[in-house]
């Protein structure tokens, strides 16, 4: 910014010059590590083997600090178009690779809300079903930018046993003047076991009830009673 002056002495003289303030822009700073939400597991799903089930949605603050130009949607005096936003940040590349029982992922259209969040669900890429594997929301509105996670189908994993695989995102985080600033978050979903269930039942057969042509058991009653 810059500011004319004029200086007067006491007899009307005058002198003029300018001097100037820079003012240098805020912007949000994301953290440098990736943010870990608490892992589902895909045994709490409707036709999964857990019992009681446990919830399979987690969510999590990202730790944006979204230093002085903050403005949110919903503030007093919010402009549209100049609000703070969270984003996803190569969402192909984040889930290449990933598989649902061999087939892989596909993402839906993603969805900008009316907070400047986003949501989208990852489907199975397979024709006949299309399933939903699982959905995410991004939420800026929130004091560090909140994100959700919610399963919805099985993944594949590459291990035995309830082995956990982590799926790992990224985020743009823009405040309301447009500077941004890029950070990921990671959530492990454990893969679901057959069970077998405790105890067993017990069925007999009785030789007695079987006809044989050519003569019976030894020591049988062949046909049933005589």
Do not use: C, M
């Not at 500011?3 to 003029?16: E, K, L, M, N, P």
């Not at 994993?157 to 003047?177: I, M, N, V």
């Amino acid at each position: 910014l810059v500011f004319d002056f004029v200086v007067t002495d006491g007899d009307g003289d005058r002198a003029t010059n300018a001097f100037n303030i820079d003012i240098r822009d805020d912007g949000p700073v994301s953290p440098v590590q990736p943010v870990v939400l608490s892992g589902v597991d895909e045994d709490d799903l409707p036709i999964g083997n857990d019992l009681p089930k446990e919830s399979h949605t987690t969510a999590g603050e990202l730790g944006i600090n979204w230093g002085a130009d903050d403005a949110k949607a919903g503030d007093v005096g919010a402009v549209a178009g100049h609000i703070r936003t969270l984003s996803f940040n190569d969402l192909a590349g984040a889930i290449s690779g990933l598989t649902s029982d061999h087939f892989g992922l596909v993402a839906g259209t993603v969805t900008t809300l009316a907070n400047g969040g986003q949501r989208v669900t990852v489907y199975k890429d397979d024709p006949a079903h299309h399933d939903a594997v699982f959905t995410l929301t991004l939420d800026p509105t929130t004091a560090g930018g909140n994100v959700t996670f919610k399963l919805e189908g099985n993944l594949d994993h590459g291990g035995l046993g309830e082995d956990p695989k982590t799926l790992s995102f990224g985020f743009t985080a823009t405040d309301s003047d447009g500077d941004s600033s890029n950070g990921t978050f990671k959530v492990d979903v454990t893969d679901d076991v057959p069970l077998i269930p405790i105890g067993s039942t017990n069925s007999a057969a009785d030789e007695d009830g079987i006809v044989f042509f050519g003569g019976g058991l030894p020591n049988s009653n062949p046909g049933g009673p005589a």
